[in-house]
């Protein structure tokens, strides 16, 4: 196990100097990234805990996946069971996408499936101070590694590679999110502002402005608070619904096309 041990070590010290998982230590990420970050974990270990069931059986106080959803409810500002408020979907990144597509083919192989586990799972008892549970998954990965050395080895090191992965993909989105946010914020009051209006001291058809093009600019702020849940199509006036249906369509098309070069580009590999 010595040589489990000073990878371990490493690995976590590398890990906890990432600046995503700096920033979350400091509680200094933005609700919406902090809880994508509890989001995609869970995905992980959803899977995970799903194909070690029989294995965990005699100790199925070891799974968090339950915890960890509540974690991510509790930081995700937007409800999906509170009508009153938006409802977005949160992101799943392409490192958990890789992660979880590596788990699911190792169900017939049960000293993997471990070595994933105690990858993961020993690391979040020993940071809850869980030192029974941590001392029950060393004596269940102990009873695999004497005849799976090599193998098991290897697991616990991709693991670790995934999860660099995922909190690099983090970043990316922490990034992208920082700059969308103030935006959103703009559309949703611009929006308000133009629903709200009754003077005529919006209307710009009587300037140097073309009518059809103001509309298709209030348009745009009208179709972004219907992407973000803030109102309804059917709720807006009837003269802007072609064009903010048509915004909806082209933005879809858009979407579906990048996905579908997404799809035929080579994969890229973790390392």
Known sequence: MKDLETFIEKARNNYESMDFIVDYNNNKLIKEVKGTYFYNQWLVIN??????????????EINIREKLYEAFKQEWPYEADDISKPWVEPSMM??????????KPLKDTPHKLVAQLYATH???HKNQK???????????FEKYYKDHKEEMLEEVKMSWDF???L?????????????????IALFKIGAKEIM????????????????TEDMKVRAELMKNAVTMREMDVDDL??????????????????????????????KRWRH
Request: charged share 40%.
């Open 47 to 60: 899977q995970l805990e799903h194909l070690t069931l029989e294995i965990t059986k005699d100790f199925p």
């Open 94 to 103: 392409y490192g958990t996408e890789v992660w979880v597509n590596h788990l």
């Open 122 to 124: 020993s690391e979040i």
């Open 130 to 140: 869980s030192s029974i549970l941590v001392d029950k998954l060393k004596t269940l």
């Open 163 to 165: 999860k660099r992965g």
């Open 167 to 183: 909190v690099q993909d983090l970043m990316a989105h922490q990034e992208h999110m920082e700059e969308v946010l103030p935006r």
């Open 196 to 211: 709200e209006d009754k003077s005529g001291i919006n209307n710009m058809s009587a300037g140097n402005r073309d009518e």
């Open 237 to 266: 006036p009837e003269e802007y619904k072609d064009y903010v249906n048509e915004d909806i369509k082209a933005e879809q098309q858009k979407k579906d096309e990048l996905d579908k070069k997404f799809k035929e580009a080579p």
